[in-house]
């Protein structure tokens, strides 16, 4: 099986996903990510992320991808 890349977080990022997670005024898309990437940085893996937020895996894989690579820029 393979494991999901760890995804860490710094201070200035977490808090930045952590105001639009909860966002009702932002698009949906946005709050979904934001969600994905701070799932990711508590050790979940995709699976499971994907379980908990009633998505794929595939999704989940492709965002955490999508920011490790170019960050909070990214998401």
Do not use: C, D, Y
Request: proline letters at 7%.
């Amino acid at each position: 099986m393979r494991l999901a890349a760890p995804v860490e977080l710094s201070p200035e990022q977490r808090t930045a996903l952590e105001r639009m997670a909860p966002q009702g005024s932002l698009p949906v898309r946005l709050v979904e990510r934001a969600w994905m990437v701070l799932l990711a940085a508590e050790g979940l893996e995709n699976n499971q992320i994907a379980r908990r937020m009633h998505i794929t895996p595939e999704k989940v894989a492709r965002w955490r991808s999508r920011f490790l690579a170019g960050g909070i820029a990214a998401v």
